[in-house]
């Protein structure tokens, strides 16, 4: 598996078009939700692609925040049909987190969650934050991730090494 974060005018357009392929197959017609799944918010998402032989198997977009929530928000959150079931989603979770909070700097990040998945992103750290709703006739709830907060002191020690 290979993991890939790019900026919208990073992706070639073969890539462009196999993610909206992808996010269509799935959240158009798989969930049969007739809405615009372009909307206009990819150019300011960075995207994350995972590939297998080339092939895109898995896919997010990291949304900064104001785009979708006050919060810095991760969407789009989608596995190819062929490749569900193989352990691909918290890998792609994590990369998405890991990246939001040392690249960005980031302490919180908030997702609108299909309600069935919400005990997997309580595992990953999300916590709800509303009432299950309604989005495109599918039960969805918000769930807010806060970066661990390390108390306490301890001390690292540092070594450096030095020939004599």
Not at 151 to 160: D, Q, Y
Request: glycine share 6%.
């Amino acid at each position: 598996m290979q993991w890939e974060i790019k900026a919208f005018d990073q992706l070639s357009l073969q890539e462009l078009y196999t993610i909206l392929t992808l996010r269509t197959n799935v959240f158009v017609v798989e969930q049969a939700c007739p809405y615009p799944e372009v909307d206009g918010k990819d150019p300011n998402c960075l995207h994350l692609l995972g590939t297998i032989n080339g092939e895109l198997v898995a896919y997010l977009r990291i949304l900064p925040a104001g785009q979708s929530y006050d919060e810095v928000s991760i969407g789009r959150v989608v596995i190819k049909p062929s490749h569900r079931g193989k352990g691909l989603g918290r890998p792609m979770m994590e990369q998405a987190i890991h990246y939001i909070t040392n690249e960005w700097k980031e302490s919180q990040i908030k997702i609108g969650a299909q309600a069935y998945l919400e005990k997997f992103y309580q595992s990953l750290g999300f916590k709800p934050v509303s009432e299950v709703y309604l989005e495109d006739d599918i039960p969805h709830l918000d769930m807010l991730y806060s970066k661990p907060v390390v108390s306490g002191w301890f001390f690292k020690p540092v070594f450096t090494s030095k020939i004599i």
